[in-house]
T-cell receptor
Framework: EAGVTQFPSHSVIEKGQTVTLRCDPI?????LYWYRRVMGKEIKFLLH????????ESGMPNNRFLAERTGGTYSTLKVQPAELEDSGVYFC???????????FGQGTRLTVV | GNSVTQMEGPVTLSEEAFLTINCTYT??????LFWYVQYPGEGLQLLLK?????DKGSNKGFEATYRKETTSFHLEKGSVQVSDSAVYFC?????????????FGSGTKLNVKP
């Protein structure tokens, strides 16, 4: 069974550009989470989907970030326009339900120059 | 609020040395505690967990004990191997809120030399 897959693995963009990160959860997992690690600091929660609904988006830093999960399958995280401080590693995780283990993807390393 | 503090790295050890990575936490409720590991080029993997006070999580020779009185969850291994080189993250989740909404520490990079 395939694990959580994230695309791209690495993205380098210029300040002011737009980038879209994608996460494909494990098949059948209703819960999908986005996290990010900025500048080698702690990994921080961004948001949580249950199917296509945003259950908790308390960690989204500002309105330059837009997450979607149309159809309740894969999710995208768009950053528009990107700023230098958005550089970091963005992780996605999925779980079957709220109380079972979440499995993480390899992460997308975003570099804004 | 909820937060996790872990020792800064990198930690460099020789093979077969004893490992301790300190982790302390602050929580509003009664959290579950976790250690995650990220090997080079891979994603985060759950290493071990403990859900209540005095529980000991263990896996692959690593152990950590949930100490409520000292709000700590230190990671230990008696004899490290080169293959243990990775970044280790301590984390907590508030079971009441969302089991998979984690509060992570900043990570500790471990380098094990042969």
């Amino acid at each position: 069974e395939a694990g959580v897959t994230q695309f791209p693995s690495h993205s380098v963009i210029e300040k002011g550009q737009t980038v879209t990160l994608r996460c494909d959860p494990i098949s059948g997992h209703d819960n999908l989470y986005w996290y990010r690690r900025v500048m080698g600091k702690e990994i921080k929660f961004l948001l949580h989907f249950v199917k296509e609904s945003k259950q908790d988006e308390s960690g989204m830093p500002n309105n330059r970030f837009l997450a979607e999960r149309t159809g309740g399958t894969y999710s995208t995280l768009k950053v528009q326009p990107a700023e230098l401080e958005d550089s970091g590693v963005y992780f996605c995780a999925s779980s079957q339900d709220l109380r079972t283990e979440a499995f993480f993807g390899q992460g997308t390393r975003l570099t804004v120059v | 609020g909820n937060s996790v503090t872990q020792m800064e790295g990198p930690v460099t050890l020789s093979e077969e040395a004893f490992l301790t990575i300190n982790c302390t936490y602050t929580a509003t409720g009664y959290p579950s505690l976790f250690w995650y590991v990220q090997y080079p080029g891979e994603g985060l993997q759950l290493l071990l967990k403990a859900t209540k006070a005095d529980d000991k999580g263990s896996n692959k020779g690593f152990e950590a004990t949930y100490r409520k009185e000292t709000t700590s969850f230190h990671l230990e291994k008696g004899s490290v191997q080169v293959s243990d080189s990775a970044v280790y993250f301590c984390a907590l989740s508030d079971k009441v809120d969302n089991f998979n909404k984690f509060y992570f520490g900043s990570g500790t990079k471990l380098n094990v030399k042969p």
